[in-house]
């Protein structure tokens, strides 16, 4: 990260004379940002300053369980001043036989689910809010908590018999889970009439304590592959996060060739999501002949991807240091071949798309996220920018080679699904660009740093802009070429909890495109089950049977 | 005339034509860089373990018995990344192309380098490290021939015995 010096200077001397009174510490550290140690009676004066005053958005919450290190248990706030690229990170210290924290959720509604998470997985407790298992299974036994340190890695509770109430009213379940498509996720849509009164969110089926995992069976090298493999779709994204994470806190200087050649995969890998997506959009507003031609386009992608890497995913290639894998001259041309012929045939492909006034329609109107409420929520990436609001961690806080290349970030006020469609085709074009500056200046040199040393107890934060969104890892080093802990916020976190605003009030028709409109999966579309409460029956409903509910055959709902 | 936009895609659809590919009949859509299974040349291996201690996915595993050591490949667990590719002293591994894995029978995806550990040239008893291996440190360090083909105990008595004798503190006995 490259920050003024001054800048920071002035920022923490601000903060000192405003509120210095409530600080207990204020130090700039490099990889991470300004950390601001708090009394945990002063946590909620102070994120409010934070939020408020310095109008920052939250980015991430890490619970640490310090106990081994530092006796305590502990909680980083990591907020992000976007205008300055730099993060302010609240922190505050709990002792360890009575973790509680009061609850910041009616100061920064996005700190909700950090929250939950840190309750399940840490046992600490939060004040004035409600407090329910959200990540866990709900047969895992209480009092196991698996991000504390005490808590092996491989542990298998028995089961517990669950008690989870079943709501009554109307209520149509979306989910949870799709074979073929990643990410299972469940929606309970209730209903009035084709009216969506309320959503509820239900996810984490697929929690598969990767933290856990990367903190205590893995070392730093190994980590890459397993990072990789959190995303089916941007994955590379997270193996890059990853290690500028660790890089940033260990402060190790990565060769330029090696960045550029990051800068050039990661748009790659934009190019296929969004083309990807695109292309399901496509599919759920029943225009298949557009899906399958966005998906004929993206295949050229997948192969550049192949022949840069020698995997069409999971690309792995990435390290702490720089990559494995350097680009030649004949690779260069057949880059620069693909996408311009990709550019050519999308080109045409967004003309006939944006035409179909089937497409334009229902999308345009439909979700709409206003942008105070985007801001309030904290949501990033296309969902944030259809909304007006111009976040872009590509541009806000520079990582790999952004810096050496000029691109516009596609801004869009509508808040609409279309205005998500349209920054996304938009992005398509802007990528292909990227790619193309940064293959004309690739630099010569060495693709890893010879020295590699990672001290013990450093802060790492680092944050790229994935297809979907900003997505964020923040590390603390450890012993035996191990991580002491790793935090990972992937994007569709910040923005799940927006689909309540996007999909109240509006009919249950639109809602699939709406749910995929934020990029997340898919996963929920094709099945549905109508829970006669009554009775308690449970089917799943066919196709035919679906258009007499009224509901289209096609996309499913 | 923006109502006939959307029928361009038969013209886009016509000009480009069928782009699926008939596999399995027809070869895969592979780039020269694929990265499949790997494959060990059990001739060259040394049975150093720097493959198992990469493998991220704990593909490879290394047993050790009284007389073998066992470097053992399960593809099932491999993400064909290729670091221990990477990291073998003496180019064992290569990575094909081969991705079409599926068998009937689980054991064909454990693939086995089996090496046996020499007896010490000393004590006759006790079996130290696999042949290549020996080799392997004999070509790198050629003064180590005195001590290579001996168990570790034997070396640490050698080694004491070696500097008692050069002291003047140790006598061969004679016979
Ligand atoms: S290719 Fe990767 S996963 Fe497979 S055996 Fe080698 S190191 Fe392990
Ligand atoms: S394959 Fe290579 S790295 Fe693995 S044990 Fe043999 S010599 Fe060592």
Same mark, same amino acid.
């Given at each position: 990260?490259?920050?003024?010096?001054?800048?920071?200077?002035?920022?923490?001397?601000?903060?000192?004379?405003?509120?210095?009174?409530?600080?207990?510490?204020?130090?700039?550290?490099?990889?991470?940002?300004?950390?601001?140690?708090?009394?945990?009676?002063?946590?909620?004066?102070?994120?409010?300053?934070?939020?408020?005053?310095?109008?920052?958005?939250?980015?991430?919450?890490?619970?640490?369980?310090?106990?081994?290190?530092?006796?305590?248990?502990?909680?980083?706030?990591?907020?992000?001043? *976007?205008?300055?690229?730099?993060?302010?990170?609240?922190?505050?210290?709990?002792?360890?036989?009575?973790?509680?924290?009061?609850?910041?959720?009616?100061?920064?509604?996005?700190? *909700?689910?950090?929250?939950?998470?840190?309750?399940?997985?840490?046992?600490?407790?939060?004040?004035?809010?409600?407090?329910?298992?959200?990540?866990?299974?709900? *047969?895992?036994?209480?009092?196991?908590?698996?991000?504390?340190? %005490?808590?092996?890695? +491989?542990?298998?509770?028995?089961?517990?018999?669950?008690?989870?109430?079943? $709501?009554?009213?109307?209520?149509?379940?979306?989910?949870?889970?799709?074979?073929?498509?990643?990410?299972?996720?469940?929606?309970?849509?209730?209903?009035?009439?084709? /009216?969506?009164?309320?959503?509820?969110?239900?996810?984490?089926?697929?929690?598969?304590?990767?933290?856990?995992?990367?903190?205590?069976?893995?070392?730093?090298?190994?980590?890459?592959?397993?990072?990789?493999?959190?995303?089916?779709?941007?994955?590379?994204?997270?193996?890059?996060?990853?290690?500028?994470?660790?890089?940033?806190?260990?402060?190790?200087?990565?060769?330029?060739?090696?960045?550029?050649?990051?800068?050039?995969?990661?748009?790659?890998? /934009?190019?296929?999501?969004? $083309?990807?997506?695109?292309?399901?959009?496509?599919?759920?507003?029943?225009?298949?002949?557009?899906?399958?031609?966005?998906?004929?386009?993206?295949?050229?992608?997948?192969?550049?991807?192949?022949?840069?890497?020698?995997?069409?995913?999971?690309?792995?290639?990435?390290?702490?240091?720089?990559?494995?894998?350097?680009?030649?001259?004949?690779?260069?041309?057949?880059?620069?071949?693909?996408?311009?012929?990709?550019?050519?045939?999308?080109?045409?492909?967004?003309?006939?798309?944006?035409?179909?006034?089937?497409?334009?329609?229902?999308?345009?109107?439909?979700?709409?996220?206003?942008?105070?409420?985007?801001?309030?929520?904290?949501?990033?990436?296309?969902?944030?920018?259809?909304?007006?609001?111009?976040?872009?961690?590509?541009?806000?806080?520079?990582?790999?080679?952004?810096?050496?290349?000029?691109?516009?970030?596609?801004?869009?006020?509508?808040?609409?699904?279309?205005?998500?469609?349209?920054?996304?085709?938009?992005?398509?074009?802007?990528?292909?660009?990227?790619?193309?500056?940064?293959?004309?200046?690739?630099?010569?040199?060495?693709?890893?740093?010879?020295?590699?040393?990672?001290?013990?107890?450093?802060?790492?934060?680092?944050?790229?802009?994935?297809?979907?969104?900003?997505?964020?890892?923040?590390?603390?080093?450890?012993?035996?070429?191990? $991580?002491?802990?790793?935090?990972?916020?992937?994007?569709?976190?910040? +923005?799940?909890?927006?689909?309540?605003?996007?999909?109240?009030?509006?009919?249950?028709?639109?809602?699939?495109?709406?749910?995929?409109?934020?990029?997340?999966?898919?996963?929920?579309?094709?099945?549905?089950?109508?829970?006669? $409460?009554?009775?308690?029956?449970?089917?799943?409903?066919?196709?035919?049977?679906?258009?007499?509910?009224?509901?289209?055959?096609?996309?499913?709902? | 005339?923006?109502?006939?936009?959307?029928?361009?895609?038969?013209?886009?659809?016509?000009?480009?034509?069928?782009?699926?590919?008939?596999?399995? %009949?027809?070869?895969?859509?592979?780039?020269?860089?694929?990265?499949?299974?790997?494959?060990?040349?059990?001739?060259?291996?040394?049975?150093?373990?720097?493959?198992? +201690?990469?493998?991220?996915?704990?593909?490879?595993?290394?047993?050790?018995?009284?007389?073998?050591?066992?470097? +053992?490949?399960?593809?099932?667990?491999?993400?064909?990344?290729?670091?221990?590719?990477?990291?073998?002293?003496?180019?064992?591994?290569?990575?094909?192309?081969?991705?079409?894995?599926?068998?009937?029978?689980?054991?064909?995806?454990?693939?086995?380098?089996?090496?046996?550990?020499?007896?010490?040239?000393?004590?006759?008893?006790?079996?130290?490290?696999?042949?290549?291996?020996?080799?392997?440190?004999?070509?790198?360090?050629?003064?180590?021939?005195?001590?290579?083909?001996?168990?570790?105990?034997?070396?640490?008595?050698?080694?004491?015995?070696?500097?008692?004798?050069?002291?003047?503190?140790?006598?061969?006995?004679?016979?």
């Amino acid at each position: 990260m490259t920050v003024n010096k001054e800048l920071i200077e002035k920022i923490r001397r601000k903060i000192v004379s405003e509120k210095g009174d409530l600080i207990n510490r204020i130090y700039y550290e490099e990889g991470a940002g300004l950390l601001i140690e708090v009394s945990r009676g002063n946590l909620r004066e102070i994120a409010y300053y934070v939020h408020e005053i310095l109008d920052t958005y939250l980015r991430t919450v890490a619970g640490v369980d310090e106990r081994p290190i530092k006796g305590v248990f502990s909680a980083y706030y990591v907020f992000g001043l *976007d205008g300055y690229g730099l993060n302010i990170i609240v922190v505050t210290h709990m002792p360890p036989e009575d973790p509680k924290l009061p609850s910041i959720t009616d100061i920064v509604p996005s700190a *909700d689910w950090y929250e939950l998470e840190m309750y399940d997985l840490l046992g600490i407790r939060f004040s004035n809010r409600k407090l329910y298992r959200f990540v866990l299974p709900e *047969d895992w036994p209480e009092g196991v908590y698996p991000l504390r340190k %005490d808590t092996p890695y +491989n542990i298998r509770p028995k089961p517990v018999k669950s008690q989870k109430q079943v $709501l009554s009213g109307p209520r149509i379940p979306v989910g949870p889970y799709h074979p073929a498509l990643h990410e299972p996720e469940y929606f309970e849509l209730y209903v009035e009439g084709e /009216r969506v009164v309320d959503v509820e969110y239900n996810g984490f089926h697929v929690h598969r304590g990767i933290e856990k995992l990367g903190e205590s069976r893995f070392t730093y090298q190994q980590v890459p592959f397993l990072a990789e493999r959190i995303c089916g779709i941007c994955g590379f994204v997270h193996s890059v996060c990853y290690t500028q994470a660790v890089e940033s806190a260990a402060k190790i200087e990565v060769p330029e060739r090696a960045l550029f050649i990051r800068s050039i995969l990661l748009e790659v890998e /934009r190019l296929h999501s969004h $083309l990807l997506w695109i292309g399901v959009a496509c599919h759920l507003l029943g225009y298949d002949a557009g899906f399958m031609h966005a998906w004929r386009i993206r295949e050229k992608t997948m192969i550049l991807a192949e022949l840069l890497t020698g995997s069409r995913k999971t690309y792995g290639i990435n390290l702490v240091g720089g990559v494995k894998k350097d680009i030649n001259n004949d690779k260069i041309n057949a880059t620069m071949k693909t996408i311009e012929w990709v550019e050519n045939e999308f080109k045409k492909l967004v003309e006939v798309i944006t035409s179909i006034p089937q497409i334009v329609k229902r999308a345009k109107g439909t979700g709409i996220l206003p942008r105070s409420d985007a801001r309030k929520l904290s949501v990033v990436g296309p969902v944030a920018r259809a909304s007006g609001l111009k976040r872009d961690v590509r541009k806000d806080y520079p990582y790999a080679a952004y810096k050496y290349v000029s691109f516009k970030v596609p801004v869009y006020s509508e808040g609409d699904n279309l205005a998500r469609l349209l920054v996304r085709v938009d992005e398509v074009f802007e990528s292909i660009n990227i790619i193309r500056q940064l293959l004309d200046q690739l630099p010569q040199g060495p693709i890893m740093s010879e020295e590699i040393e990672i001290p013990e107890n450093a802060i790492g934060v680092s944050s790229v802009e994935a297809p979907r969104g900003e997505d964020i890892h923040f590390v603390i080093t450890g012993k035996d070429n191990k $991580l002491y802990r790793w935090r990972v916020r992937a994007p569709t976190y910040q +923005n799940i909890p927006a689909l309540k605003v996007m999909l109240k009030d509006a009919p249950l028709a639109d809602a699939p495109l709406t749910i995929a409109s934020i990029d997340p999966c898919f996963s929920c579309t094709d099945r549905i089950q109508v829970v006669d $409460l009554s009775t308690g029956k449970r089917r799943t409903i066919s196709f035919k049977e679906l258009q007499r509910y009224n509901i289209c055959p096609r996309c499913g709902l | 005339m923006n109502k006939m936009k959307p029928l361009k895609l038969l013209d886009i659809a016509r000009k480009t034509g069928v782009v699926t590919i008939r596999y399995p %009949d027809k070869p895969p859509l592979i780039t020269s860089e694929f990265r499949g299974r790997i494959v060990i040349d059990a001739s060259k291996c040394i049975g150093c373990g720097a493959c198992v +201690n990469i493998c991220p996915s704990n593909a490879l595993t290394i047993k050790e018995t009284y007389d073998k050591r066992i470097i +053992n490949y399960f593809i099932g667990r491999c993400i064909y990344c290729g670091s221990c590719a990477d990291v073998c002293p003496v180019k064992a591994i290569t990575i094909t192309k081969d991705f079409e894995l599926a068998t009937e029978n689980i054991k064909d995806l454990n693939n086995k380098v089996v090496h046996y550990k020499v007896v010490c040239c000393r004590c006759g008893s006790e079996r130290h490290a696999p042949e290549n291996m020996i080799k392997f440190v004999i070509r790198r360090v050629p003064v180590a021939e005195t001590y290579a083909h001996m168990a570790t105990n034997c070396k640490k008595r050698k080694f004491v015995e070696g500097m008692l004798h050069g002291r003047g503190m140790l006598y061969v006995e004679a016979k």
